[in-house]
C-alpha cells in the first residue's frame, strides 16, 4: 500500500526462488461475492456489482479531490483540507477508510515537497512554491474508493512542474499496460522505464493494493519491474496503481510519527493514484475527473473513461 510498506501484511509474498510458471499455477482466484471479509492472499474477482459500487465510490473520491482544489493556496493548512474530505464524505454518505485505520487518525494524507506519502495534515500553512499530494480514500456503500493528485500551491518552480507531468505520465503508462493477459509486472515495467528515462527514479519502499470490499488486498502492485513477472490480469481484478517518483534518489525513510514518508535525500517526489477495474477489453478507471482536473494546474486534461 501506498499503501503498505512491501514488508508488511500485503507483502508481496510469492516468492522470488520459484520458476514463474510455478507461482502462477498456486494463485487462487475466488469469487469477490462469496469471498470472506479478509485479506486470505487469495486475489478477488469482481462482477458487474462490485464494478458499479466501484464507479459510485470511485466518482465520489474524485468529486472531492475536483473540488478541495479551490481551498489550495497559500495560507491554507492541511488540516482544513482534512476537514474538508471529512465533510464532503459525510454530505455524500462516505467515511474516510483512513480514519482511525492502523492508529492513523485523519481522513486523508496530505505530502508536501519531499514527503513520499503518509504525510499527516497539520496546522502549517502551505507556501508558494509548494507541491502537494492529496490521497483520500472514501467507503461508500461497502466499496473502497482511493485516489490522489498532486496540487501546486501558488506557481511553483519549473523542476517541480515537471516531476509532476513524469509521475502522471508514469501512471498513464502503467494503466495503459492493465489488461487481461498482462502481468503487474508489465505495469511495473512499463512505470520504471518511463521514471528513468525521464531522468527521475522511483520509489520501491510502497505500492499499489488490490480493493474493492478491503482497503487494501492482494495482488501488490510494484511500480518497477520486468515484463511478464508478477500475476497474471484477469477481468474483475480491481487494484489501484500510485506510482511515487522522485527526482533524486529512490530511498526513503519513515519519520518518528510512525507514518510520514521522506525522500533520504529531500529531493522531490510526487504521486498520483487512480482505482481501476481490469475488463475483458482493457480496465475502466473508476477515480477519473469528472471536470478533467486531474492534474490541477496543468492544461486541462482530456481523460477518456476506458482505456
Ligand atoms: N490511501 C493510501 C493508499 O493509497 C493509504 C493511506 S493509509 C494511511 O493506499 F493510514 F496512511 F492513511
Ligand atoms: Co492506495
Ligand atoms: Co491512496
Known amino acids: 500500500m501506498s499503501a503498505g510498506r512491501i514488508s508488511s501484511v500485503n507483502a508481496n509474498n510469492y516468492g522470488t526462488a ?16 462469496s469471498a470472506p471479509m479478509k485479506n486470505t492472499g487469495v486475489i478477488r474477482l469482481y462482477g458487474e456489482d462490485g464494478f458499479e459500487g466501484m464507479r459510485k465510490a470511485g466518482n465520489l473520491v474524485a468529486k472531492a479531490l475536483d473540488a478541495v482544489s479551490e481551498i489550495i493556496k497559500p495560507g491554507a493548512t492541511t488540516a482544513e483540507i482534512d476537514r474538508f474530505m471529512f465533510s464532503f464524505g459525510k ?32 496546522d502549517k500553512p502551505l507556501r508558494e512554491n509548494d507541491i502537494i499530494n492529496i490521497d483520500v480514500t472514501y467507503i461508500l456503500d461497502g466499496w473502497h474508493g482511493d485516489s490522489s ?5 501558488g506557481t511553483i518552480k519549473r523542476a517541480a512542474g515537471r516531476l509532476m507531468d513524469v509521475t502522471y505520465e508514469s501512471l498513464m503508462r502503467g494503466i495503459d499496460q492493465a489488461k487481461p493477459g498482462k502481468t503487474t509486472g508489465d505495469i511495473g515495467h512499463a512505470i520504471q522505464e518511463y521514471a528513468e528515462k525521464e531522468r527521475c527514479s522511483v520509489v520501491r519502499d510502497f505500492c ?32 489501484t496503481i500510485e506510482p511515487m517518483i522522485n527526482l533524486g534518489k529512490p ?10 514518508a521522506v ?8 504521486q498520483y493514484e487512480h482505482s ?18 486531474h492534474k490541477p494546474g496543468s492544461p486541462v486534461f482530456n481523460e477518456t473513461h476506458i482505456r
Open 91 to 122: 454530505d455524500n454518505g462516505a467515511l474516510p477508510a483512513t480514519l482511525y485505520y492502523r492508529g492513523y487518525t485523519r481522513s486523508c494524507c496530505t505530502s508536501i515537497n519531499h514527503v513520499v506519502c503518509h504525510g499527516i495534515p497539520n
Open 149 to 153: 493528485r498532486m496540487y501546486p500551491v
Open 251 to 260: 530511498h526513503v525513510k519513515v519519520l518518528s510519527d510512525g507514518w510520514t
Open 276 to 293: 481501476i477495474g481490469i475488463t475483458v477489453t482493457g480496465c475502466e478507471i473508476f477515480t477519473l475527473s469528472p471536470a478533467s482536473l
Open 208 to 239: 499499489g493494493h488490490g480493493l474493492g470490499s478491503l482497503f487494501h488486498d492482494t495482488p501488490n502492485i510494484l511500480h518497477y519491474g520486468n515484463p511478464g513477472d508478477g500475476v497474471e490480469l484477469k477481468p474483475g481484478m480491481i487494484f
Open 18 to 33: 520459484h520458476p514463474k510458471r510455478e507461482l502462477l499455477k498456486m494463485i487462487e482466484y475466488i469469487d469477490a461475492a
Open 263 to 270: 525522500t533520504r535525500d529531500k529531493s522531490l517526489t510526487a
